[in-house]
C-alpha cells in the first residue's frame, strides 16, 4: 500500500505491518494507525512513526537504551495485555525525540516510551511511574552521563 509521509514523499508500505496504537499517542488520540520506517539497512538507532491518517503527522523516535543503558521500567500485565505480548518474544522500546535546530538540545521523552509487540503490530504509549524519568532527557547531557558511569558502549550513531 502507498502512504503520504511528510518527510519521505510517497513511499510503499506492507499494510501487514501497520501499527495499531488502540489509545494513540498523547495528544494525538484520535489516530490509530501508524508505520514504523527506518533507514532500510537498520542501522541507525532513529525510526519514523508515520501516521497513516495524516501524512504530516510523523515522530522520530529512538532506542533509549542507545543513549541511557540503565533505562529501565515494569511491563505489568495490564500493559502486556494491552500488547497482546505473552512474554515469548520481542517487545520494542522508543523514546519520542525534539530535535531543534540547535541539535545539541535535542532531547528524548523516557517519562512516555513507546512500546511495541512486533508480533502482534501493537503498540501503546505508556507513562512510567518513575520521578527520575521526565519528558526531556538531553540525549548528549544523557551520553556524557553514562560515559562517566563507564555504561556508554558508544552504541549510538548521535
Do not use: W
Not at 508500505?13 to 484520535?30: K, L, Q, R
Not at 497513516?52 to 529501565?72: G, H, M, Q, S, T
Amino acid at each position: 500500500m502507498e502512504i503520504l509521509s511528510r518527510d519521505y514523499g510517497t513511499i510503499e508500505i506492507d499494510e501487514s505491518s501497520i501499527i495499531e496504537f488502540d489509545a494513540g499517542i498523547i495528544g494525538f488520540e484520535e489516530f490509530r494507525h501508524f508505520a514504523l520506517l527506518d533507514d532500510g539497512k537498520n542501522q541507525s538507532p532513529f525510526r519514523c512513526l508515520q501516521s497513516i491518517e495524516d501524512c504530516d503527522l510523523a515522530f522520530i523516535l529512538l532506542d533509549p537504551f542507545c543513549v541511557k543503558p540503565d533505562y529501565e521500567f515494569t511491563i505489568d500485565e495490564e500493559i502486556a495485555g494491552l500488547l497482546t505480548f505473552d512474554g515469548n518474544g520481542e517487545i520494542l522500546i522508543y523514546a519520542i525525540v525534539v530535535i531543534p535546530e540547535d541539535v545539541k538540545m535535542m532531547s528524548l521523552n523516557l517519562k512516555a516510551p513507546v512500546i511495541i509487540n512486533p508480533e502482534t503490530k501493537k503498540g501503546m504509549q505508556h507513562i512510567v511511574d518513575k520521578a527520575d524519568y521526565n519528558v526531556r532527557h538531553y540525549v548528549f547531557d544523557e551520553i556524557e552521563r553514562a560515559k562517566k558511569m563507564g555504561l556508554y558502549k558508544g552504541q549510538t550513531a548521535v
